[in-house]
């Protein structure tokens, strides 16, 4: 079993490795379909500086095992739901924030912040939210 930080060492984005990494704590096993699924989410969706990517990872492991699979379940949906806001909020208070270019400090979407990302080496910044944030997802996933 690897960390959601192994996979962002081996070079996915912190969507995909956060993705991963709980999949893989929860023995679920698709090679291809996972970072397919999760690479658009990278940057805080597509480099846009919105949710990070670590977040949306964490939520749709979370989903793998609290969300619906019957559209007219709208039990399970309100309840994870109001698990995600929770989820959110706990983040933040954690991270201070949760959109990328807030944490990160340089927007992803410009030859300019991606030059600073990678002289300052922001992903090894991306790297201790993806550890904190599979950390806390990993809470969520054993408490309910």
Do not use: W
């Not at 806390?136 to 309910?144: F, G, N, V």
């Amino acid at each position: 079993m690897k960390s959601a930080g192994e996979y962002h060492r081996e070079g996915f984005n912190c969507c995909e490795s956060v993705l991963l990494g709980l999949l893989d704590y929860l023995g679920v096993k698709d090679e291809l379909l996972v970072p397919q699924i999760a690479t658009g989410f990278g940057g805080g969706i597509g480099h846009t500086g919105r949710i990070c990517g670590a977040l949306t990872g964490a939520i749709m492991a979370l989903g793998k095992k609290y969300g619906r699979t019957n559209p007219q379940d709208k039990e399970t949906r309100d309840y994870f739901y109001q698990m995600v806001e929770n989820f959110l909020e706990e983040a933040r208070k954690t991270l201070g924030n949760i959109n990328c270019i807030d944490l990160i400090g340089v927007p992803l979407n410009t030859q300019e912040g991606l030059r600073a990302y990678r002289e300052q080496n922001l992903r090894e910044k991306c790297n201790q939210i993806i550890v904190t944030v599979e950390n806390l997802a990993k809470q969520y996933l054993d408490r309910y």
